[in-house]
């Protein structure tokens, strides 16, 4: 909970703020990192946002290379890259991108990761030890979510937080680290009953679902922080999440912004896991 109403959580300083750290601790160390992101798909938004991370990147001081295997790629193929990405000592992070060609599963294939290269935490042992509270990469979305509040100074010791969604990307991991700073976490997905009934008591909402406009003002307590994840294209070729902002952003004490809010601190977190994997922090 906030005191104040209606505080738009921008994600675009929180990125640059994280981003200026990196450039500054890869121009003392004198060691350039090296992100691998693997791809194998023809869909163009896809390749679009592969892009952003190289750009990211190279404005950030580190090095990004982009492993397109084209949409006709195999699973063996996809296995034997990563294999190899995970090898090479001149590689520090390795990322599977989604989607991949139908029957392909990205899940599968992660475990192929290095987890200690696994800067999106894709591989099933990231997640199992994130779980265990030991050291791992959490999945970039997840640990964006907690930087976001981190630098907006919300409280999660004893906060009641609600997450709406369960993937291994998104819910699951978040679940986990809201855990691990001692908020009391609920988390929903399709079959919860009654949604806006435990989503109201949330002091700290995450909607992490895929669906334009799932949470209104009735899901939403008075002064709750609210952060949205979800990326839904709209009609007109842009992006909406998963809050009604008009309709939220009046009773809630914070909201984020889709676009400008969760995206771009993904990015520079998943920068910040490569900078953390070649050993500068
Ligand atoms: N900004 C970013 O950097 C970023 C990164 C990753 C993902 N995303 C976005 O985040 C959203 C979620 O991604 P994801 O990969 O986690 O999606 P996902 O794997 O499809 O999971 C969606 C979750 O939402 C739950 N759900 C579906 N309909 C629901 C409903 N009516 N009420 C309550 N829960 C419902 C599902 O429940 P069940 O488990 O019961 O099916 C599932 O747990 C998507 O819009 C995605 O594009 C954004």
Redo the contacts with the bound molecule.
Sequence with gaps: MTDSLGVELRGRETAAAIKEEIAGLVRSSGTTPRLAVVVATGDEATLWYVRSIAKAAAGAGVACDIVDLGPAAQAEGIRATLERLSADPGVHGVMLQTPLPEGVSAQELAASIDPAKDVDGANPLSLGRLAAGLPAFAPA?AA?VMALLDRHGVTLKGARAVV????T???KPLAHLLLDRHATVTV?????RD?AAVTSTAEVLVA????AG?IGAEHVAPGAVVID????PTADGGLTG?VDFDAVIGRAGALTPVPGG??PV?TALLLRHTVTAAGLT
């Design positions: 979305t964006a709406v969604g369960r993937s990307v998104v819910g929903c997905h399709s079959r919860t949604l992490a679902v895929g669906r799932l994840v979800g990326t839904n998963d969760v995206g993904t």
